[in-house]
Nanobody
Framework: QVQLVESGGGLVQAGGSLRLSCAAS????????MGWFRQGPEKEREFVAA????????KYADSVKGRFTISRDNAKKTVYLQMNSLKPEDTAVYSC??????????????????????WGQGTQVTVSS
């Protein structure tokens, strides 16, 4: 069982930065890949970024590539999402997600919500113009 708690959301002006954190509980954190998803107002949930269990591999949505960076600290059981050059269209509830224990990383699948077993409650990010 993995429990996830996000923090770091807030209100920021366009062009600004925020860093989201996702703290995990459970013994298997270092063996699972992690992802960030977001859901904007009246929009479907969309993939943002994912990172493999060791941090060796990452994947980003085209809409955030070059602006967002996902990272993790397995000793702290925490995954981060550094968001720079924020735009109003980045406004959403951001949720972190954890893959199943020992599931293999596949860049062809990690963008799918169905590839994740555990979800946090989310943190609101609002970008004003």
């Amino acid at each position: 069982q993995v429990q996830l708690v996000e923090s770091g959301g807030g209100l920021v002006q366009a062009g600004g930065s925020l860093r989201l954190s996702c703290a995990a509980s459970g013994r298997t954190f270092s063996s699972i890949y992690m992802g960030w998803f977001r859901q904007g107002p009246e929009k479907e949930r969309e993939f943002v970024a994912a990172i493999s269990s060791t941090g060796a591999y990452t994947k980003y949505a085209d809409s955030v590539k070059g602006r967002f960076t996902i990272s993790r600290d397995n000793a702290k059981k925490t995954v981060y999402l550094q968001m720079n050059s924020l735009k109003p269209e980045d406004t959403a509830v951001y949720s972190c997600a954890a893959g199943p224990y020992d599931n293999a990383w596949s860049s062809n699948r990690v963008y799918r919500p169905t590839e994740y077993s555990y979800w946090g409650q989310g943190t609101q990010v609002t970008v004003s113009s």
